[in-house]
């Protein structure tokens, strides 16, 4: 059981916007920034979100974090086929002196 | 180009030790904290290790503390990762990753996994 809480699965059609939650304690994410990654199928995850919102060189504008109290959400707007893929969210944890991630949410483009 | 190329995963009997390696190209390894990050197939993330850019400071997920052991050689430009009485669910891709020193251990960059299999 991870420590911070996703949905298993979203999904969306091409164009629609689609946000996926991250849900954890005071430890983690209500005290730290949150680290969004997408990982593709047969592939090495990639960063996607950092510091809760800031989208690291490459990833397109139509990605989005944000965080509020001990949640986080991933957005994507104008959803493309490209964007199937396993979404993790990831915080540091006080209490574990390392890093935790979600369960993963595997998003469907219909 | 950044570039972390993992090696050493294999077959192991349970009980038994494995040390997997990651070496780095395209950026100064010294100046970077480093992770390993491990996914069973299938299943999700779970952080593994981290050790500082120095080396100096360590740190492990209690599922592995005790077993495992996360070096360095900055000269080398190569992370290590040393794990002992290996258990069968620990049958997983180990990555290494590089942490890009924003708060919050964000892992910007990620080797393509080296499969470990714990087996008899």
């Known amino acids: 059981q991870s420590v911070l809480t996703q949905p298993p699965s979203a999904s969306g059609t091409p164009g629609q916007r689609v946000t996926i939650s991250c849900s954890g304690s005071?430890?983690?994410?209500?005290?730290?920034?949150v680290n969004w990654y997408q990982q593709l199928p047969g592939a090495a995850p990639k960063l996607l979100i950092y510091?809760?919102?800031q989208r690291p060189s490459g990833v397109p504008d139509r990605v989005s974090g944000a965080k509020s109290g001990t949640s986080a959400s991933l957005a994507i707007s104008g959803l493309q086929s490209d964007d199937e893929a396993d979404y993790y969210c990831?915080?540091?944890?006080?209490?574990?002196?390392?890093?935790?991630f979600g369960g993963g949410t595997k998003l469907t483009v219909l | 180009q950044v570039q972390l190329v993992e090696s050493g995963g294999g077959v192991v009997h349970p009980g038994g030790s494995l040390r997997v390696s990651c070496t780095a190209s395209?950026?100064?390894?010294?100046?970077?904290?480093m992770h390993w990050v491990r996914q069973v197939p299938g299943k999700g993330l779970e952080w593994v290790a981290l050790?500082?850019?120095?080396?100096?400071?360590?740190s492990y997920a209690d599922t592995v503390k005790g077993r495992f052991t996360i070096s360095r050689d900055n000269s080398m430009q190569t992370l290590f990762l040393q794990m002992t009485s290996l258990r069968h669910e620990e049958t997983a891709v180990y990555y290494c990753?590089?942490?890009?020193?924003?708060?919050?251990?964000?892992?910007?960059?990620w080797g393509q996994g080296t499969l470990v299999t714990v087996s008899s």
């Open positions: 395209g950026f100064t390894f010294s100046y970077y904290a």
């Open positions: 990753a590089r942490d890009l020193g924003a708060p919050g251990s964000a892992l910007d960059s």
């Open positions: 510091s809760s919102y």
């Open positions: 990831a915080a540091w944890d006080d209490s574990l002196n390392g890093p935790v």
């Open positions: 050790i500082s850019s120095d080396g100096s400071r360590r």
């Open positions: 005071s430890s983690n994410i209500g005290g730290n920034s």
